[in-house]
């Protein structure tokens, strides 16, 4: 008894509420405070109150004293699920003061977003954890869809441990040879069509590449490339964004999205359009061409897994599910939540792998 009182004294030290805009700059402290960032007003008004799928900021926070301690973001996207719209919320900068953790604080910041928008216009939440966060998700009714994996083409072995702490570094050192030997003999093996042109774009050309997807509408679960999304997704402060546009008699045929780190360590083709299928790859080819001639001096270049197996080998892309990458890496989890009572949306099970078609794009990271 005495044990349950004094966990209702704390739980009632503390508040749970909605964001309000008085809380940007405890926010920002905070998220500097837990994640060594240094973020400002623009990056969180883009991020945030920009987003243009939601009417209000997607923010829960905790707070105890007048003093923000603990927030649980979301990032939302508008997925396509066989053709239909849907709003989708992935949590992201989830974070707690270091002085107020192990309250149980975050559990009740996830109950409270929960009950928020059970029911609502979201259709279900996902996300791309880390394992320790996945496991967590897994016991607080999410499910797995599969882990994702990621094709990387490796320029400069030791440069992979500027993708994650996780590659352990005396692999890396074994891989060594084994990496370089391979680009030698496959680089050049892509073969750009000679009728298809490809133009760089410093800023993204949100109305062209909008109108490469129209015309090219895919069943399963992916983002909505419409307008509204190329023109607000790729504004983000944080990160520098180039475009590539594959053209055929002047007409766009395909685009690819580029992502850098501040160093240029890491180039990460975070968007591709449309998502490639058995139809004509001749753009996708030319842009995987341009893409690893440009970025020859990043140690790494990052793809998705919807490129396709034989031009991503032909590019010299290997995927980190398998060897010889598969002996270092540690993949991603890709899980759902579902919100309204089933896991089934427009017909399609948003458990299985098979129906969704994933790039970088729908990850709060890119």
């Not at 009632?12 to 994640?35: C, M, N, Q």
């Not at 977003?113 to 999410?142: C, M």
């Not at 842009?287 to 793809?303: C, G, H, K, M």
Request: hydrophobic share 40%; charged share 30%; net charge negative.
């Amino acid at each position: 008894m005495s044990q349950q009182v004094g966990e209702d004294a704390v739980r009632s030290d503390y508040g749970i509420r909605r964001f309000r805009p008085e809380d940007v700059d405890a926010f920002l402290a905070l998220h500097r405070e837990t994640f060594g960032t240094d973020h400002d007003r623009e990056w969180f008004a883009w991020k945030y109150e920009e987003n243009p799928y939601v009417y209000h900021v997607p923010i829960f926070v905790a707070e105890r004293a007048g003093e923000l301690v603990g927030a649980r973001p979301f990032f939302a996207l508008e997925l396509s699920v066989n053709g239909g719209r849907h709003l989708a919320l992935q949590p992201c900068d989830t974070m707690v003061h270091p002085d107020h953790r192990q309250r149980g604080l975050s559990a009740r910041l996830n109950e409270a977003a929960i009950e928020k928008y059970r029911d609502r216009d979201v259709s279900f939440l996902f996300d791309f954890p880390d394992e320790r966060t996945a496991a967590d998700h897994l016991q607080r009714g999410w499910k797995r869809v599969a882990d994702q994996p990621t094709y990387y083409r490796v320029q400069n072995p030791a440069g992979l441990q500027n993708v994650s702490s996780t590659w352990a570094s005396l692999g890396v050192r074994a891989l060594t040879p084994l990496l370089e030997g391979y680009n030698r003999l496959s680089t050049g093996r892509l073969s750009a069509p000679e009728a298809v042109t490809v133009e760089r774009h410093d800023a993204v050309p949100a109305a062209t590449l909008a109108g490469i997807e129209y015309d090219r509408r895919k069943k399963g679960i992916h983002i909505h490339r419409d307008l509204r999304f190329y023109d607000w997704r790729f504004r983000n402060p944080a990160r520098d964004h180039a475009a590539y546009v594959a053209r055929r008699d002047g007409e766009p045929i395909a685009g690819v999205v580029v992502a850098t780190s501040a160093d240029g360590a890491v180039a990460t083709l975070t968007d591709v359009t449309p998502l490639p299928d058995g139809d004509d790859r001749g753009g996708l080819e030319a842009l995987l061409d341009r893409v690893v001639r440009e970025y020859a001096d990043a140690d790494v270049v990052a793809a998705p897994p919807v490129l396709p197996d034989d031009l991503a080998s032909r590019a010299s892309f290997h995927r980190d599910d398998r060897w010889p990458l598969s002996a270092v890496a540690t993949r991603t989890a890709h899980l759902v939540r579902e919100l309204s009572g089933g896991w089934r949306v427009d017909g399609l099970d948003v458990t299985d792998a098979d129906n969704w078609q994933l790039t970088f794009a729908e990850r709060r990271t890119n």
